[in-house]
């Protein structure tokens, strides 16, 4: 199964050295699948709903019958992951979902597995100002962030740490994210935050919540 433009990107993003990799919010698996193929991890799919955790196993079971010690499934919500159960370092992957219900789930993991070596790699489908934030006040640090336009919509990837030491500060508007390395990339780049600005100006105009803070943010990448 040829992954998508998102979904490749993440995918590159996953450095070696994990030994437990969980694809939250998984859908059909594909990036985990993907995952099983190289990584050398354990691969745990994690899904709440049981029809696609269901259809997801028996999948598996058929197109990688020589793998079945490598991966497991799991239905539960994002923030009970057994993690405990596993003392060696994890990469938690939440996509395709909101960032507002990836902060309620890195919050949640984060205060339940404090003292475990955990990395999250996360591409939330909006609010991502909002996630960056509680990502700086849990003290994590960023090790790499991207940014890809695929079918007319804009995705952040960002790869952090629970480890304040292992990477760089957070940026609340992103950093590496505004540095292109072609002409393509450069146009992306433009149009998302054009994109950005022109979302938070409408809602500074039709909102009693005050955004000039983020607007500020974002107009100073543009300095």
């Known amino acids: 199964m040829k992954l998508s433009k998102r979904l490749t990107q993440i995918e590159r993003m996953v450095t070696p050295g994990y030994s437990h990799i969980w694809d939250c919010c998984c859908d059909h698996g594909h990036l985990g699948a993907a995952l099983l193929s190289h990584s050398g991890a354990q691969i745990h799919f994690v899904d709440i709903v049981p029809a696609l955790i269901t259809e997801l ?105 629970a480890d304040s030491n292992a990477g760089r500060p957070i940026s609340p508007v992103g950093d590496r994210l505004w540095q292109a390395h072609s002409e393509e990339q450069q146009g992306i780049i433009q149009r998302y935050l054009q994109t950005t600005l022109n979302h938070y100006q409408r809602m500074q105009q039709g909102s009693t919540v005050d955004v000039s803070h983020i607007i500020e943010a974002y107009r100073s990448v543009i300095d």
């Open 57 to 161: 196993e028996n999948r598996l079971q058929q197109h990688y019958p020589d793998l079945a010690d490598n991966w497991t499934t799991h239905c539960l919500d994002v923030a009970a992951l057994p993690l405990e159960q596993h003392s060696s370092r994890q990469l938690i992957i939440i996509a395709g979902v909101g960032g507002d219900l990836i902060k309620q789930f890195v919050s949640a993991i984060q205060q339940t597995h404090a003292g475990l070596s955990l990395d999250f790699l996360l591409c939330p489908v909006h609010h991502q100002f909002a996630l960056r934030q509680t990502l700086i006040e849990l003290n994590f640090s960023l090790k790499d962030e991207a940014l890809i336009e695929e079918n007319h919509r804009f995705y952040e990837i960002i790869l952090v740490s």
